[in-house]
Every structure is written in C-alpha cells, then in structure tokens.
C-alpha cells in the first residue's frame, strides 16, 4: 500500500440537516426527501439507492410536505403557504403557486396523480388539478376550524380524511362536505390536554389509521364513526405514518427515535380474520422520526439526527445480497469539499458559507501510526458569505489557491485570493458572464488557467481566467444527444487536453479542450455514475458507479482498456460490491501509475492493477488487520484492494503529493453534540 504523511482534518464543522418528510414514487423507483433547511433530495432505488439529484435548500422556503403527482412530477407545500413544483433536469423550483390558505402543513396526491389536495392553517382542505406545465386551484372543501396537519385520499380517490387537533374528518370529494367527524379522544375519560393527530392513512376498506401525540396509533371504521383498534406504542408522540402499497404493512416513528412495524396477521393459522399486530421495533435514530415511508421491499424512516435508514423486509427478499444491507445516510453522495494541492488549503462548503483553511505541518518524522507534533497549525484564512437566502449549489479552489469560485441558484461569484506573509486579501472578480447560471459543478484546470462550469442541459462553459483578477468566455459544450439533464460532475485532465462531464441521464461526454469538440461518449451503463478522474499519466478515464463496478476507458483510443476488460470478465470481489456506501472521490499518484486512490464513507482504498484481483475466497481485510498476520499469510492475501479503515466518516481524501494524504473526517458524535436534546427516556438501572 505504500506509507504516507496523513494530515487528519477534523475541523471541518458540517451539521447536516434533519429529515423533514419523504416520498416514494408510487410504482416507481426513487425516494425524495425534505430536509429542515429547504433541500429537496432524490434516491435511486435502482442504483442502489444513490443520491442521484440535490436541490439546494432557500432561508425562506420550508418544505413540511412532499409528493409525486403525474407519474414523475414532484410537487412539495410548506409553511410559506406556497405550492412547489420542482423541475429534476434543472435542479431548482419549476414553478409556485399561493395555496391561499396561509402555511400550509399538509399535502397529498390521489391514487391517478390527478389532483392535489392540501391541508392549510385557515382549517381549509383545498383541490389543485395537475395540468401540463403546472396546477390549476379547483375548488374549496368544507371549512372547519383548526389546522390541517396530515391528509390522505381514499385509494378509490371518492374521499379524503384529514386530521387535526382532537379530531379527524372525513370529505366527500364531490359535494365538498363533511361526512364524518370523529373525536380521537371520545373514549378517554376526563383528557385534560390537546390530542394532536400528526398522521394519517386512508385504506382501501374504509378503515382510517392515526398516529397521535399520545403516542396512540389508532384503526377507526369511518362510516360509523367507531374506534376498532387502538395500540400505544410510545410515552411520547407518534410523528409520522406509512402504508404499505398492499396495505398489509404499517411503519410509524416516533419523538423518542424508535420506529416500528404493524402488520396485518390471522388471528390464528388458517383464519380468515385478521387484526393489526405490532411485529417489529427498530431504534435507528436519536431524535425525532419526522417521516417515514414504505417501499415493496423496505422500511424508511428519516429522523432530525439527519440520518436516513432504509431496513430491508428480509421476508421480502429472495436471497441475501446488496439489497438485503441495512443503510444509513447521513453525509450527502457528493463532495462538500476541494483542495488546492500546491497551496495545501482546503475549501469547505456550508449552506450559506464557504471556509478556506491552510492545512498545519511538521517537522518530525516517526513510525506507523504515530502522531506526530505540529510546528504549524491548521489555520482558518477566510470565510466567504453567500448573500441572500439561496443555499450554495457548488464550489471549488483553484490548485495553486488564487481562486475561489462558487455559484447559487441565480448568482455565480469568482474570487481573487492573494498571499502577502500572513494577511489574505480576497477581491471579488467584476462582470463575470452571464450565461453561466445556473452552475452545478465547479472544477479548476489543473495548471489553474481555466474553470469549467457545468450549466443547465448539459452544457459545459469553459472559462479562461486572466491576471491579475478576470475572466473570459473561451467556449460552451453541448452534448450531442440535447439532453436536458444537468451535469453533476466534471473531470479534467493534467495535461489540459481532455474534459468528462456527466449528466443526470448518466451519459459521461468526452470534449477536447485544444480543439473544442465532443470527442466520444462512454458506452452507457445501467447505474449512477457516482465519481470518475482522469489518470494524469495515460488520459484513462477510471469510473465508479452506484452498483459498485470499476471501469477504466482509454479516452484517446475510444475504448475500455485490457485491465477493464479483465475486471468485468473475473468479477470484483462480492464483499466490494455489498458496500453500502458510493465512492464519492478518485485520484492517482503520478510517481505510481499502476495506483488507483478512491474512497467512500467508511473505507480508504488503494487500488494497485500491477497485482491480481481477489476471488471470493479471499478476505478483503482492513490493512491493520493483516499487518497482525504472520508474514506467510500475509503473503497469501497479496492482492489488488488495500484497505484502510482508520478514518471514519470520511467526506474527503486526496494526495497532496506522493507521500502526502490529507484525510476529512466529520465524527458522528461531533454532529450529535450540536443537535438539540432528544427527548430522556428511563434505561434499566438508572
């Protein structure tokens, strides 16, 4: 594997977001997320549920609701009392509506994605007909007081129930009227406290299921108005609720972090009678459970520890595999963070700011695993706020440090950084072009001569930058095939002669930077792309994707190269590919060729092609472990993956030089100690 100097970097302060609601796509294959800043995600089910599409969050923009209408049109409603809908080509805010009703907590589509019904402040239900190129208000339901917090349609689309506080109603969609009114706590004796209905679901046999901040999850027969079941799963509230698209399946969360599962079981075996059975409990979370949502195959649930976890119904599955791993998504499958090799800064990137550091040195040397004194620290030389309350979409610092460049939905900013001793003067560059918003992705030239801006439908400008602080428009790629998806990620090479860019229809586009023509494509491939480099040495293309295959194309002969051809023909090992986390960044040592550097969340890899590929029988071993090997064994684990797993989570790993790593690390622990308190609960002996 090679020793390295590692700068370990935990300085970097990241606090994700937390987990507001989410959505599946009715029979379909993607996940979207809200989270609490305004950010709207969308996981690939098929890619292994890859985070395939980030709509950066807006200061004035809450999302307390979100759903698919129309087949793949994704609509979402918060409380500044506008309808959403969002375009997933351009990754932003296609169009709003004012629902007229003041904040609006609630919002659900009906079975043919026809309509949307919202839930709003003013105690209103209200009726939007989905239409090409936007929604059209329909009509008002009938007005009661108090706040709509959750809505459901009834699968056959004739009804609609919605809860509130202390009560749940339920509407005729074509008169407009109340039909039923319930009172959720009508049985309880002498209830001197509001009972909150924070969820509910509407099955197709009529039966409306609740979840309450009595920590109640309640089964009632709409017609007659009566109580059938009623289980309390919690001391504290029942957040959030989902049906299983059979409806023999019910997963809940909870204000305490706990999760769990109803299923609907015979009473005794062979019976026909069937009753709701608590089945299975799961305490993934810290804090609030604030969504769930139930796929065919899975249980998902999203918590304000900003964890998304996605636990497999092994009953479901028809062998173990990649699809049967527990996953936990806490950090975003991109990078939040550059750096300037030769200047040895890191830039990281926040919602609103951007932090440039200078990395600490030393001056000792030592043995593996030591820690060595820093006659340096690491040192914080600028922060760059982003005005307005638009989120940051990209960022990037130049490789020699003189330049910072980041972008927001409507503005792109370019800064000049200079060094004088220990002061940092930061001028911002005036008249930058037009054209180049919106900007997705940010990449530097190697010799930081040019700037690459991925745009909207696949463009791609390049930018020339000029002494002492400027910029000139050189010229724009467009990919041949016209999509309209945006480009998420962008690879130059060293010797300034190539450009890969990919889209979010996952075609990778190779452009000549000498002549400024589309030189090939790379043959499409079924899975997210999720991090590819271009090797600085040969100009081969080396491609991670979501399902966790390498590949390595030669971009002057149009080709996969021989060892490519080799790993696709003797498989990667099957502890490689059951990874549940995406390789987020790929880099090379110039001083070895034969070395390939890559990363995901929990791992370090040094891939070395001048040695044989493991087969299934072999152990892909952390390197600490093998180094406690007798040499002999040692010897008979000789193969290609040289695994560390020392730093964890890592959100960033590049070489520096040929023996300098830096490593970003975001602990965990650090992100739960800035959370707010979760709520204390009572352990056995305490």
Same mark, same amino acid.
């Given at each position: 594997m090679g020793e390295f100097e590692v700068h370990r970097v935990r300085f970097f302060g990241l606090v994700p977001a937390g987990v507001r609601c989410l959505a599946c796509q009715p029979r379909g294959g993607r996940l979207a997320l809200a989270r609490t800043d305004g950010a709207v995600e969308v996981y690939n089910f098929a890619a292994n549920y890859f985070q395939e599409k980030v709509i950066p969050g807006h200061e004035a923009r809450s999302v307390e609701a979100l759903c698919w209408a129309a087949g793949e049109r994704l609509f979402g409603a918060g409380l500044g009392g506008d309808i959403t809908e969002y375009d997933l080509a351009r990754l932003c805010v296609a169009r709003s509506v004012d629902g007229c009703g003041g904040p609006i907590w609630s919002m659900a589509a009906n079975s043919s994605g026809t309509q949307l019904a919202i839930?709003?402040?003013?105690?209103?239900?209200?009726?939007?007909?989905?239409?090409?190129?936007?929604?059209?208000?329909?009509?008002?339901?009938?007005?009661?007081?108090?706040?709509?917090?959750?809505?459901?349609?009834?699968?056959?689309?004739?009804?609609?129930?919605?809860?509130?506080?202390?009560?749940?109603?339920?509407?005729?969609?074509?008169?407009?009227?109340?039909?039923?009114?319930?009172?959720?706590?009508?049985?309880?004796?002498?209830?001197?406290?509001?009972?909150?209905?924070?969820?509910?679901?509407?099955?197709?046999?009529?039966?409306?299921?609740?979840?309450?901040?009595?920590?109640?999850?309640?089964?009632?027969?709409?017609?007659?108005?009566?109580?059938?079941?009623?289980?309390?799963?919690?001391?504290?509230?029942?957040?959030?609720?989902?049906?299983?698209?059979?409806?023999?399946?019910?997963?809940?969360?909870?204000?305490?972090?706990?999760?769990?599962?109803?299923?609907?079981?015979?009473?005794?075996?062979?019976?026909?009678?069937?009753?709701?059975?608590?089945?299975?409990?799961?305490?993934?979370?810290?804090?609030?459970?604030?969504?769930?949502?139930?796929?065919?195959?899975?249980?998902?649930?999203?918590?304000?520890?900003?964890?998304?976890?996605?636990?497999?119904?092994?009953?479901?599955?028809?062998?173990?595999?990649?699809?049967?791993?527990?996953?936990?998504?806490?950090?975003?499958?991109?990078?939040?963070?550059?750096?300037?090799?030769?200047?040895?800064?890191?830039?990281?990137?926040?919602?609103?700011?951007?932090?440039?550091?200078?990395?600490?040195?030393?001056?000792?040397?030592?043995?593996?695993?030591?820690?060595?004194?820093?006659?340096?620290?690491?040192? %914080?030389?600028?922060?760059?706020? &982003?005005?307005? *309350? #638009?989120?940051? @979409?990209?960022?990037?610092? =130049?490789?020699? $440090?003189? +330049?910072?460049?980041?972008?927001?939905?409507?503005?792109?900013?370019?800064?000049?950084?200079?060094?004088?001793?220990?002061?940092?003067?930061?001028?911002?560059?005036?008249?930058?072009?037009?054209?180049?918003?919106?900007?997705?992705?940010?990449?530097?030239?190697?010799?930081?001569?040019?700037?690459?801006?991925?745009?909207?439908?696949?463009?791609?400008?390049?930018?020339?930058?000029?002494?002492?602080?400027?910029?000139?428009?050189? %010229?724009?790629?467009?990919?041949? &095939?016209?999509? *309209? #998806?945006?480009? @998420?990620?962008?690879?130059? =090479?060293?010797? $300034?002669? +190539?450009?890969?860019?990919?889209?979010?229809?996952?075609?990778?586009?190779i452009y000549n930077l000498k002549c400024f023509k589309h030189h090939c494509t790379v043959p499409m491939y079924s899975c997210a792309v999720t991090a590819l480099a271009i090797h600085p040495v040969t100009n081969n293309l080396v491609i991670a994707y979501s399902d966790q295959q390498l590949f390595e194309f030669s971009i002057p002969t149009k080709q996969y190269t021989t060892w490519s051809r080799m790993v696709q023909n003797c498989g990667l090992h099957k502890v490689w590919l059951e990874r549940d986390s995406p390789i987020t960044h790929i880099t090379f040592n110039p001083k070895n060729p034969s070395h390939i550097l890559l990363h995901d969340i929990y791992m370090f890899c040094v891939l070395d092609k001048s040695l044989p590929l493991p087969d299934n029988s072999a152990l892909l071993m952390n390197q600490s472990t093998l180094k406690q090997l007798p040499e002999t064994a040692r010897q008979r684990q000789l193969h290609a993956f040289k695994i560390c797993k020392k730093f964890q989570p890592l959100l960033f790993a590049d070489l520096l030089d040929e023996n300098c790593l830096v490593m970003v690390e975001r602990p965990i622990m650090d992100i739960k100690t800035q959370l707010p308190l979760p709520i204390q609960q009572k352990k056995f002996g305490t």
């Amino acid at each position: 594997m090679g020793e390295f100097e590692v700068h370990r970097v935990r300085f970097f302060g990241l606090v994700p977001a937390g987990v507001r609601c989410l959505a599946c796509q009715p029979r379909g294959g993607r996940l979207a997320l809200a989270r609490t800043d305004g950010a709207v995600e969308v996981y690939n089910f098929a890619a292994n549920y890859f985070q395939e599409k980030v709509i950066p969050g807006h200061e004035a923009r809450s999302v307390e609701a979100l759903c698919w209408a129309a087949g793949e049109r994704l609509f979402g409603a918060g409380l500044g009392g506008d309808i959403t809908e969002y375009d997933l080509a351009r990754l932003c805010v296609a169009r709003s509506v004012d629902g007229c009703g003041g904040p609006i907590w609630s919002m659900a589509a009906n079975s043919s994605g026809t309509q949307l019904a919202i839930g709003c402040e003013d105690g209103s239900v209200k009726l939007f007909q989905v239409v090409p190129g936007g929604i059209q208000f329909e009509r008002n339901l009938d007005r009661r007081k108090g706040r709509i917090l959750c809505l459901s349609w009834h699968p056959s689309d004739t009804h609609i129930a919605a809860g509130s506080i202390d009560v749940l109603r339920v509407f005729d969609v074509c008169s407009g009227r109340t039909v039923q009114r319930i009172m959720v706590n009508y049985h309880v004796q002498k209830v001197k406290r509001e009972c909150i209905v924070w969820s509910i679901a509407f099955l197709s046999s009529g039966t409306v299921v609740t979840s309450d901040s009595f920590g109640r999850v309640q089964f009632w027969d709409w017609e007659r108005g009566t109580l059938l079941e009623s289980h309390t799963v919690s001391t504290s509230a029942v957040l959030s609720l989902a049906v299983s698209e059979k409806e023999d399946s019910i997963v809940v969360g909870t204000s305490t972090g706990a999760t769990y599962q109803f299923q609907l079981l015979p009473v005794k075996m062979g019976s026909l009678e069937k009753r709701w059975v608590r089945t299975k409990p799961f305490q993934h979370h810290t804090h609030d459970v604030r969504a769930v949502a139930h796929s065919s195959t899975a249980l998902i649930s999203g918590g304000l520890d900003a964890q998304l976890v996605i636990r497999p119904l092994m009953e479901k599955m028809q062998k173990k595999g990649y699809d049967a791993v527990l996953r936990k998504f806490t950090f975003p499958h991109r990078r939040l963070v550059s750096c300037a090799r030769k200047a040895r800064l890191l830039l990281f990137q926040f919602s609103q700011h951007l932090e440039l550091w200078r990395l600490g040195s030393t001056e000792e040397t030592g043995k593996d695993g030591e820690v060595l004194p820093l006659c340096r620290m690491p040192e %914080h030389l600028v922060q760059l706020k &982003s005005k307005g *309350p #638009e989120h940051i @979409y990209c960022s990037s610092v =130049s490789p020699c $440090g003189s +330049w910072v460049a980041y972008s927001t939905a409507s503005r792109f900013h370019l800064y000049r950084v200079q060094y004088e001793g220990d002061s940092v003067s930061v001028k911002k560059v005036p008249k930058v072009p037009k054209l180049l918003l919106p900007a997705y992705q940010l990449q530097f030239s190697s010799d930081s001569d040019s700037l690459f801006v991925a745009s909207a439908r696949g463009s791609v400008h390049v930018l020339q930058l000029l002494e002492p602080g400027g910029c000139k428009h050189l %010229h724009t790629f467009r990919p041949p &095939s016209g999509s *309209p #998806e945006a480009v @998420y990620l962008l690879a130059s =090479s060293a010797d $300034g002669h +190539w450009l890969a860019a990919v889209g979010g229809d996952w075609a990778i586009h190779i452009y000549n930077l000498k002549c400024f023509k589309h030189h090939c494509t790379v043959p499409m491939y079924s899975c997210a792309v999720t991090a590819l480099a271009i090797h600085p040495v040969t100009n081969n293309l080396v491609i991670a994707y979501s399902d966790q295959q390498l590949f390595e194309f030669s971009i002057p002969t149009k080709q996969y190269t021989t060892w490519s051809r080799m790993v696709q023909n003797c498989g990667l090992h099957k502890v490689w590919l059951e990874r549940d986390s995406p390789i987020t960044h790929i880099t090379f040592n110039p001083k070895n060729p034969s070395h390939i550097l890559l990363h995901d969340i929990y791992m370090f890899c040094v891939l070395d092609k001048s040695l044989p590929l493991p087969d299934n029988s072999a152990l892909l071993m952390n390197q600490s472990t093998l180094k406690q090997l007798p040499e002999t064994a040692r010897q008979r684990q000789l193969h290609a993956f040289k695994i560390c797993k020392k730093f964890q989570p890592l959100l960033f790993a590049d070489l520096l030089d040929e023996n300098c790593l830096v490593m970003v690390e975001r602990p965990i622990m650090d992100i739960k100690t800035q959370l707010p308190l979760p709520i204390q609960q009572k352990k056995f002996g305490t």
